[in-house]
Structures are given as structure tokens and as C-alpha cells.
């Protein structure tokens, strides 16, 4: 029997880890690891490996080198065979570390971004092998897919 390809599911917290969470029936048949920023949010992926990350922001872009000091072991131990995430920005590091390792990444924008795509998700597009929007008109102007949305 084959061993699963390892995936790495990555979200901040609140709704963004909501719209992960939703999505963990796409994930059938993968070795699933997960990433988000608090502790407490085990308790929803019970068996499942899980790691934390602080927060970082483009309000807060010292945060960023501690967060690539926490992606950078996880990425070497996990050594997914693929990424997604629904955002936010703490989770670029994620991505940016994957391009180098040659792992491909899935970015989902958040669903709150019905008018543009966030701030994390225009970088994000430029690192990821895939960015999506949840909103049609969203991807139209961007110039991304839209594949439907996390509900």
C-alpha cells in the first residue's frame, strides 16, 4: 500500500480557520498536518498533527522573521507534498518557503474579500503555485480563478 502524500493545511484563526476547517473533507486521503496560531485549536482536528505560529501583519512586519523562524522547522519536518491555506498573512511564510522547497501551494482568498482581493492574497498570488477568490467578480478583476466559495 502506497503511504498518503503528506499535505499541510495552513489558516490564522477565526474565519480563516473556519474556511479550513470546511474544507477538510478535500483533504480525505492525504497525511494532514495543520497550522494556525492558537493552541486551543486542537481540540477541532483530534490525531492530527498541529502547530502554532504567531501572528504577523503588515501593521506588524517585525513579527514576520519570528514566523520564518517557526515555518522553516515545520516545512523541513512535515516536508509536505502540498500547501493550502485560506490566509492570512502569517501564513506567506508558508508559501514563500514552499517555492523554494518546490512544494505546491494552494492560496483560497478569504471569503471577506468580496470587493478585492486582501493585501496577503496579492503577495500570496505572486508565491503561490495557485491563488483562487471565493467571489467571481473578485477573481475576474484580478485576473485569478474562482472556484466557489468556502460555506
Known sequence: MARKKRLLALASGGG?????L????????WDV?????FENYTSAIPGAR????????RFDKLAFPKVLAKALPIMLKERPHAIVTTGSAPMLAFLLIARLMGTKTLWIDSIAQAEELSSSGKIARKLASKAVAQWPEVAQAEGIDCWGAVL
Open 22 to 29: 470546511r474544507l477538510r473533507p478535500a483533504f480525505e486521503g
Open 33 to 37: 498536518a495543520y497550522v494556525s496560531m
Open 50 to 57: 498541529y502547530y502554532t505560529v504567531p501572528d504577523a501583519s
Open 16 to 20: 480563516h480557520w473556519i474556511e479550513l
